[in-house]
């Protein structure tokens, strides 16, 4: 039981990361249609972004809790211009055009962040400083929670409740929201679209850096590739939760971590060797969008004729 | 001249000038024109990707369905393949002795990429017949996550080697892989010219008005899905017969990726697009290696460790610039040598639409219908 609910901790930290990167492709997918695949490589960015701030700041030196703050904002920020920068460069000139076009934009932009890092930064992993403290906390049995755990979740979580209020309690939020019901009725009620595109991408990109900085805090090791993989499950975990939908975001995010844990944990009981990690989210994905097309809380549209 | 006979002479015509281009594959080759072994390998991968791009342009282009999971059927036909020729190889080609070394190992080689071909039509099958009622990215992530699937199980089969790699005999030469890409590209091309393939067009340009026009989308979308990961599979069987060595990161999605770029960048629909765009993502990052280093005071730029960073930089620009990509739906051929035809009566179009090039009024349609949803 111990056991269990250790792994149920492990994933759920993990699920959490992937639910802050899914959120951002849930929202650029919301009110663009587009998938974003340079949204995994923002989430390195991110990390990369830390790593500089923690390192020229001096932050690696001397942990603090400030420390821990700033660089967190900072590569948010950071981050949050990227994708900005992304959106203005990259996507704005092709958004009229068909899907491929975007999509491969969507690739080529993905290639470029990857490799442009590996040149800047080469392929070598880098090691993370550790920004706090880092003890574990024994919970009910054996069962531990480190701090860097308990960071994560309880981030991820402020962060989430931040988004939410944005987009449901705010003017920018509302006008997200008309954007992604139909962007150009939105346009014609004097909605600034192009700005709101840009903030979106800003909002998803800070949270993906978010996610980075605090994988790197749970997991130090950094490096240019580190966000395909990931990447590609958060944008399995939004497609799993209903791509478009924010809550549905966070619950796939959650569900494949904890899934990918427990493969890893007691896959071998039932005859699924743990090196099946990485299929898990797309097997589950493929049993969810054979069964509930639409994602499990995205609504079903029925084509019109 | 009659059909049969124009057919015979290009076929002719063509497998000889594989037969040069393969003796040319060694350096003294060919009467001392041969080329060196990285140009001979390179010519190989143009060709296998020549296959990839014409079979998944099948599906992509002209079906309308996006499928991103190219590289895992040409995994399964690579894997299975070379699992036959490295446990009964050997026993079939001394079977065949009677036919000469190369006529053995010819045998030994048809037979792998009849085995890989069938094995992945028959992965094509089960991933299709469920993933084809998706549409659109939905079946663009089911694809690529049924790829990552078989991916990750080839890599924990022990028998073919699993994380360690796999070593295959080299059956594969160019006159193989380049017989093939041909037969693809004639293949390919007399689908799309059928019936079945005016079927395909009519899913893409709009399934629901095809399905009430009595075609039976379901049906076509899968054929056209198995065709497609069959030659995928076919492609695997001649890479791995001639790179000697698999590795299931060779078949991760950034193949896919890879070939979905030669289509886009060829024009989707466009045979001749594809085998252009094969071409160009095959070569272009190769030639991207050649640029200079460039000094700036104390540092040195060597531009082609940037090559990468270049490729996808000329990526973008060309989805910016030309959206359709080289070729767009039209075809570049030599039909222009031909004397024009009579006008036969009534095809010139009479309407708002008369002169306005397909490919526009597709694009404008397709915004059209993305406007509303």
């Given amino acids: 039981m111990d056991t269990f609910v250790q792994q149920l901790i492990n994933g759920l930290t993990i699920g959490s990361i ?31 972004a830390g790593f500089m701030l923690a390192t020229y700041l001096g932050f690696a030196a001397n942990p603090s809790i400030f420390g821990f703050i700033v660089v967190l904002f900072g590569s948010m920020a950071i981050a949050a211009l990227i994708g900005m920068a992304i959106e203005r460069f990259a996507y704005r000139p092709v958004r009229k055009f068909s899907r491929m076009t975007t999509l491969i934009t969507a690739i080529g932009m993905s290639l470029f962040i990857e490799y442009l890092f590996v040149f800047i930064f080469s392929g070598t992993p880098r090691s993370f400083p550790s920004l706090l403290p880092n003890d574990n906390f024994t919970l009910f049995g054996n069962a ?13 979580i402020l962060l989430m409740i931040g988004l939410q209020w944005i987009i449901f ?6 006008a997200m929201r008309a954007v992604s019901f139909n962007l150009n009725s939105a346009k014609l009620m004097g909605v600034n679209t192009d700005f709101i595109i840009a903030f979106t991408f800003a909002l998803g990109s800070a949270l993906a850096a978010a996610g980075g900085v605090l994988t790197a805090q749970y997991n130090p090791k950094i490096e240019p590739l580190m966000g395909i993989i990931t990447g590609l499950k958060a944008f399995v975990a939004a497609v799993l939760g209903g791509i ?7 619950l796939g995010g959650l569900l494949i971590g904890a899934a990918e844990t427990l493969v890893v944990g007691y896959g071998s009981y039932i005859g699924i060797p743990s090196t099946y990690r990485d299929a898990v989210a797309f097997a589950i994905l493929i049993l969810v969008l054979l069964i509930r097309p639409a994602g499990l809380l995205g609504s079903n549209v029925q084509e019109k004729v | 001249m009659s059909s049969w006979l124009k057919s015979l002479i290009s076929g002719i015509v063509i497998i000889a000038f594989l037969y040069i281009i393969n003796a040319m594959m060694t350096k003294g080759g060919f009467f001392g024109l041969g080329v060196d072994d990285y140009t001979a390998r390179l010519l190989v991968f143009i060709a296998i990707n020549v296959i990839l791009a014409t079979s998944l342009n099948l599906i992509n ?28 190889g050997k026993q079939l080609e001394s079977t065949f002795s009677f036919l000469g070394e190369t006529g053995a190992s010819s045998v030994v080689l048809l037979v792998a990429i009849l085995i890989g071909a069938l094995v992945a039509a028959i992965a094509g099958l089960i991933v299709g017949i469920p993933s084809l009622r998706l549409k659109g990215d939905y079946l663009a992530i089911v694809t690529l996550g049924f790829a990552e699937i078989i991916r990750i199980v080839i890599l924990n089969i022990d028998a073919v080697g699993g994380a360690t790699g796999y070593q295959v005999p080299g059956y594969a030469n160019f006159l193989w892989v380049g017989f093939f890409a041909v037969i693809t590209v004639v293949v390919v091309h007399n689908i799309v010219k059928s019936d079945t393939g005016r079927a395909l067009v009519s899913i893409r340009e709009d399934e629901l008005a095809a399905e009430a026009m009595g075609v039976h989308t379901t049906r076509y979308k899968v054929i ?7 030659f995928a599979g076919i492609a695997g069987v001649l890479f791995a017969h001639y790179n000697k060595f698999l590795s299931t990161n060779d078949f991760q999605f950034i193949k896919s990726f890879e070939v979905i770029i ?12 594809a085998i252009v765009g094969a071409i160009v993502v095959t070569l272009l990052p190769e030639l991207l290696r050649n640029l200079p280093d460039i000094q700036m005071g104390a540092t040195v730029f060597k531009f082609a460790d940037l090559r990468l960073v270049i490729f996808a930089l000329i990526l973008i620009l060309t989805m910016i610039l030309r959206p ?10 030599l039909s222009w040598l031909k004397r024009p035809r009579s006008k036969d009566e009534g095809t010139s179009a009479v309407g708002a639409d008369a002169g306005a090039p397909i490919a526009e009024q597709k694009e404008a349609k397709r915004m059209q219908s993305e406007d509303e949803d």
């Avoid at chain 2, 030669?262 to 697009?273: A, C, K, P, Q």
């Fill in chain 1, 18 to 48: 992937y639910a802050l990167i899914a959120l951002g492709y849930t929202m650029v997918y919301g009110i663009l249609r587009l998938i974003n695949f340079a949204h995994g490589d923002v989430y390195m960015v991110g990390a990369y």
């Fill in chain 1, 144 to 156: 531990t929670i480190s701090t860097s755990q308990l960071l994560i979740f309880v981030i991820s």
């Fill in chain 1, 169 to 174: 309690k705010t003017k920018i939020g509302k």
């Fill in chain 1, 244 to 250: 478009g939908n924010i809550p549905g975001a966070v």
């Fill in chain 2, 61 to 88: 282009g002209f079906t309308g369905q996006f499928s991103i999971g190219h590289a895992g059927f040409m995994a399964v036909g690579a894997y299975s393949s070379a699992y036959f020729t490295v446990n009964h």
């Fill in chain 2, 224 to 230: 056209s899905f198995v065709i497609s990961s069959a």
């Fill in chain 2, 262 to 273: 030669m289509i886009v960048l060829g024009g989707m629909g466009s045979m001749t697009g």
């Fill in chain 2, 324 to 333: 359709q990509g080289i070729f767009g739906t039209n075809e570049f051929g």
